[in-house]
């Protein structure tokens, strides 16, 4: 699973879920990377993206709501968009997948449809960690998970956010997945 999954929503709630199953032994491995679960013995997988992978099976148990973000010097640079059109004058930090090597654009909506977006940008980050902090330096707008900026994360006083809002009806790719081999299903 992502590192910023397990070290702020996953490890949190590990305490309650030993108390409800304490017979239960976890190795859990925050990775941004491909795991091939037969090969490496491993069970099953969260990952905060739809698996394109036809050897697993995949059940999305959870929803991220994203926020496009940047920092208060970006923005006294660049100025704070109102709108989805004012995004061409800007630029914005990629975010690439270990598992398929392509950024991802930023997803907007507009009329109840779903807006890609792929601004101009000089640098491509592959981790959450590196993707906040290029943000926090200025470098570009990212669409980040809530979880990551929410109160109580260390990194939200360092950046702004602001209302160019996703709307319910579109359709999300930003939701974690619980994933098992196909040829480990059984009633999952």
């Keep these: 699973m992502p590192h910023s999954l397990a070290r702020e929503i996953v490890i949190p709630a590990l305490d309650e879920f030993y108390q409800r199953y304490p017979e239960i032994e976890i ?7 491909h795991v091939d679960l037969l090969r490496e013995g491993v069970d ?6 739809e698996t394109e992978d036809d050897t697993l099976v995949a059940r999305r148990i959870a929803q991220l709501p994203q926020l496009t973000c940047a920092s208060p010097d970006y ?5 704070t968009p109102q709108s989805i059109d004012e995004l061409q004058h800007h630029r914005a930090v990629g975010y690439f997948s270990l598992v398929n090597n392509r950024n991802y654009p930023l997803e907007f909506c507009r009329d109840g449809r779903l807006e890609l977006r792929e ?10 960690d590196a993707y906040t902090s290029a943000c926090r330096s200025g470098l570009g707008l990212i669409q ?11 990194v939200v006083n360092w950046w702004k956010c602001w209302p160019i809002r996703h709307h319910r009806r579109c359709r999300s790719t930003s939701c974690i997945h619980l994933a098992v081999s196909s040829r480990r299903v059984s009633g999952y």
Excluded: E, M
């Excluded at 099953?44 to 993206?49: F, M």
């Design 27 to 33: 190795a859990l491995g925050a990775n941004d990377t």
């Design 44 to 49: 099953c997988v969260l990952r905060a993206w």
């Design 75 to 79: 923005l006294k640079a660049f100025g």
């Design 119 to 128: 601004l101009p940008g000089r640098l491509s980050v592959s981790g959450a």
């Design 144 to 154: 980040a998970a809530r979880y990551i900026i929410s109160p109580g994360c260390k």
